[in-house]
T-cell receptor, first 111, second 111 residues
Framework: GQQVMQIPQYQHVQEGEDFTTYCNSSTTLSNIQWYKQRPGGHPVFLIQLVKSGEVKKQKRLTFQFGEAKKNSSLHITATQTTDVGTYFCAGVKTSYDKVIFGPGTSLSVIP | DAGVIQSPRHEVTEMGQEVTLRCKPISGHDYLFWYRQTMMRGLELLIYFNNNVPIDDSGMPEDRFSAKMPNASFSTLKIQPSEPRDSAVYFC?????????FGSGTRLTVV
């Protein structure tokens, strides 16, 4: 079946450093979504990417969808302690399919 | 809108007891999802509904788990009988087609 993988599993960065997490799917995706879950909280929807090669920005966060629509990345510039949490990508094979969540990348920011 | 509302927030029960988790989705959302989250297995989709109809229950672990959605504003997830390995955070999420809104979750502990 469809699988969504993420690397790295964990990342510890010094505050102010950049951070990137990568998401890979075993199949071509219709779209990909990104979520953030703070420790003890629930996943919160960040963004959805639909088009091949699409790049979207939200302040210090940059999201990219690969040309083949099988991979994606989330890059955070100059991390802050408020960025701490687990970032999940979630892939959809077709518009009517369920979303498959990756295992997440847990980000720790050292002040 | 108050978002997706789940109850209870915490549940501690003894092995063998019946447990019922409740969810009120966002008004107007036509998809409802039940997820289970553990450290070992991450976010697992248990079942989802579209317009109150169960579409995919392939993630339901076994016959001890059942879910219903009697109307557009209410869903339940029942575990009977509960076992210690059912201990997890159970999330309900709703959607209008893109981007899921998660509830705050129910932390279930079965002793």
């Amino acid at each position: 079946g469809q699988q969504v993988m993420q690397i790295p599993q964990y990342q510890h960065v010094q505050e102010g450093e950049d951070f990137t997490t990568y998401c890979n799917s075993s199949t071509t995706l219709s779209n990909i979504q990104w979520y953030k879950q703070r420790p003890g909280g629930h996943p919160v929807f960040l963004i959805q990417l639909v088009k091949s090669g699409e790049v979207k920005k939200q302040k210090r966060l940059t999201f990219q969808f690969g040309e083949a629509k099988k991979n994606s990345s989330l890059h955070i510039t100059a991390t802050q302690t408020t960025d701490v949490g687990t970032y999940f990508c979630a892939g959809v094979k077709t518009s009517y399919d369920k979303v498959i969540f990756g295992p997440g990348t847990s980000l720790s920011v050292i002040p | 809108d108050a978002g997706v509302i789940q109850s209870p927030r915490h549940e501690v029960t003894e092995m063998g007891q019946e447990v019922t988790l409740r969810c009120k989705p966002i008004s107007g959302h036509d998809y409802l999802f039940w997820y289970r989250q553990t450290m070992m297995r991450g976010l697992e989709l248990l079942i989802y509904f579209n317009n109150n109809v169960p579409i995919d229950d392939s993630g339901m672990p076994e016959d001890r788990f059942s879910a219903k959605m009697p109307n557009a504003s209410f869903s339940t997830l029942k575990i009977q009988p509960s076992e210690p390995r059912d201990s997890a955070v159970y999330f309900c999420a709703s959607s209008l087609g893109s981007g899921y809104t998660f509830g705050s979750g129910t932390r279930l502990t079965v002793v």
